[in-house]
């Protein structure tokens, strides 16, 4: 079975950070484009972030740009997104998604990922 793996959320601080995890289970990662996205209450998906097969195209969402950094270590076959200067506005709950895909253009997030995981929690609190 084709799965995704997330990790490492949890309740920080505003200004504080984070960094998630993405591991696949069931197949590498060599060969898919990662996304991140996110789900925050009473709200749709938002694509946050995605990296190429190859790692050399990336794509930030505005919300998050300057403050989040995604990078792929295909030998842990695990994906990161490193989450800096956290908002209370970035409380969601945080997902990671696969597709084949050489490069993370504009419109990333409205293509067709799979092997969704079941998310990670980001509560950004004082």
């Known amino acids: 079975q084709l799965q995704l793996v997330e990790s490492g959320g949890g309740l920080v601080q505003p200004g504080g950070s984070l960094r998630l995890s993405c591991a696949a289970s069931g197949f590498t990662l060599d060969y898919y484009a990662i996304g991140w996205f996110r789900q925050a209450p009473g709200k749709g998906h938002e694509g946050v972030s995605c990296?190429?097969?190859?790692?050399?195209?990336?794509n930030y969402a505005d919300s998050v740009k300057g403050r989040a950094t995604i990078s792929r270590d295909n030998a842990k076959n695990t994906v990161y997104l490193q989450m800096n200067s956290l908002k209370p506005e970035d409380t969601a709950v945080y997902f990671c998604a696969a597709a084949p895909l050489h490069r993370c253009g504009a419109t990333w997030a409205a293509l067709s990922f799979g092997a969704w995981g079941q998310g990670t929690q980001v509560t950004v609190s004082s």
């Open positions: 990296i190429s097969i190859s790692g050399d195209s990336t």
